[in-house]
């Protein structure tokens, strides 16, 4: 097997690699030649030689390799993270300056928001700050709703915007009427607010007195876009 041919990512493990290290487990160690198929298995010392004989390759324990992977795995999306952050503290000001800013010199039109935690604090300002509506559409995320902590914390938000006389309209897909947490939801929040669902709905989308809007700026959701030109607000 030819390296481009076993080339995969550095905290995958391939089918050679597991039937190699699967019979390895089972036997306590290989000749070290039988790892030929599998260099990945070395890499990521999932296989390491014998002290008393180089040429045999012993296994490590499974719990071991597994916590080696996902620290690779967890390092390397660490790292996705930083560049992320970089790329959009250097566009930010390229933004502000591309684009014509109709809302005030102080405040860009559009501004790119690099992580989840930080697209949540600017939700959560924007609806402190707001008086009226709360517009939003919400495809269905499992990751959401096995999150209490998350559930419990928007429920607070959106009582708190509730309470001063706001109102929220919100989209989600038919799926969501079969889960507790989102029924509940509704059931517990009191005040202006009207949830409908349909079969597809767009990304999501929330809109805070028809002057910002938030969008998602990834596949994964971690990047988003805030915006507040009146133009694209209208259109949404």
């Known amino acids: 097997m030819t ?3 076993h080339h995969h990512g550095t905290e995958e493990l391939c089918d ?3 039937e190699i290290y699967a ?5 306590g160690h290989l000749p070290g030649a039988e790892a030929a198929a599998a260099p990945c298995l070395i890499d990521n010392g ?5 002290v008393e004989d180089l040429d045999r390759l012993e296994p490590v324990p499974p719990t071991v390799a597994l916590q080696r992977l996902l620290r690779s795995s967890e390092e390397r999306i660490a790292d996705e993270r930083r560049r992320g952050q970089r790329m959009a503290d250097v566009f930010e000001p390229l933004i502000r300056l591309g684009t014509p ?3 005030g010199e102080d405040t860009p039109a559009l501004r790119i928001l690099s992580s989840k935690e930080r697209t949540t604090q600017a939700i959560e300002e924007a609806m402190a700050e707001a008086r009226s509506e709360l517009l939003a559409i919400q495809p269905h995320d499992s990751h959401v709703t096995k999150r209490p902590e998350i559930l419990e914390g928007a429920m607070k938000r959106d009582q708190a ?4 006389g706001a109102r929220v309209r919100a989209l989600y897909q038919h799926t969501y009427r079969h889960a507790p947490s989102s029924r509940a939801r509704y059931e517990q929040l009191t005040g202006d607010v009207e949830a409908r669902t349909l079969d597809e709905v767009t990304d999501r989308l929330i809109i805070v007195d028809r002057t910002v809007a938030f969008i998602p700026a990834s ?13 694209l607000i209208a259109y949404f």
């Not at 915007?161 to 001063?164: A, E, H, M, Q």
């Open 3 to 5: 390296p481009q041919a």
């Open 16 to 18: 050679a690699g597991l």
């Open 23 to 27: 019979r390895a487990l089972r036997e």
């Open 46 to 50: 999932m296989l390491h030689p014998a």
């Open 101 to 103: 800013n109709a809302v």
């Open 161 to 164: 915007f509730l309470d001063r």
């Open 219 to 231: 596949t994964d959701r971690s990047l988003a876009l805030e915006i507040r030109h009146p133009a």
